[in-house]
């Protein structure tokens, strides 16, 4: 059984640039969900993904976009990168259906915004 | 607003003691609560779950008490190991709304177990 695997690892962009992260789900899980953690800080919920549709979406603004494909793998988008975006990036995936479906890690995308 | 506390930013523990790991939440609507470690470099790695219906479960070294009126949950791992250290966030979820299945998670504790 493969786990949550995420693609690339590290990531340097420039202000203004647009990025592309990409999240492979765990076999057997159909939804995928994004969380940006800040240095020093637990991870914070972007959105997530369930059978390609968005499923709900935190404090966020518009220009984190994100898509998930029939096989369950998923991006998240970011326009108009800001220096605050640096982050590490990661990609939960779970089987879906009740909130108590435990959802399994990605090691992440650590991203710099220069 | 910060609705997953974890007031330690950091525990120091001997090796063969007990450590515990608490966390405090304020949106009474959760109803679902995990602890997850991670290393650096690493993603989160899954511990161990409770359910609001249960106020403790156990998996080997690790037990969670769930405190539900004082809005309060533990983690408690015996015998603590060298290999545990690590940084544990606690995180809590809730059924409904439009975030379904969302984790808030704590700030994290920084774990160091001294052989």
């Known amino acids: 059984e493969t786990g949550v695997t995420q693609s690339p690892t590290h990531l340097i962009k420039t202000r203004g640039q647009q990025v592309t992260l990409r999240c492979s789900s765990q076999?057997?899980?159909?939804?995928v969900s994004w969380y940006q953690q800040a240095l020093g800080q637990g991870p914070q919920f972007i959105f997530q993904y369930y059978r390609e549709e968005e499923n709900g979406r935190g404090n966020f603004p518009p220009r984190f976009s994100g898509l998930q494909f029939p096989n369950y793998s998923s991006e998240l988008n970011v326009n108009a990168l800001e220096l605050d975006d640096s982050a590490l990036y990661l990609c939960a995936s779970s089987g879906g259906g009740t909130t108590s479906d435990t959802q399994y890690f990605g090691p992440g995308t650590r991203l710099t915004v220069l | 607003d910060q609705q997953v506390k974890q007031n330690s930013p950091s525990l120091s523990v001997q090796e063969g003691r007990i450590s515990i790991l608490n966390c405090d939440y304020t949106?009474?609507?959760?109803?679902?609560f995990l602890w997850y470690k991670k290393y650096p470099a690493e993603g989160p790695t899954f511990l161990i779950s409770i359910s609001s219906i249960k106020d403790k479960n156990e998996d080997g070294r690790f037990t969670v008490f769930l405190n539900k009126s004082a809005k309060h949950l533990s983690l408690h791992i015996v015998p603590s190991q060298p290999g545990d250290s690590a940084v544990y966030f606690c995180?809590?979820?809730?059924?409904?709304?439009?975030?379904?299945?969302?984790?808030?998670f704590g700030q994290g504790t920084i774990l160091t177990v001294h052989p």
């Open positions: 995180a809590a979820s809730f059924a409904g709304g439009t975030s379904y299945g969302k984790l808030t």
């Open positions: 076999s057997g899980h159909n939804t």
């Open positions: 949106n009474s609507m959760f109803d679902y």
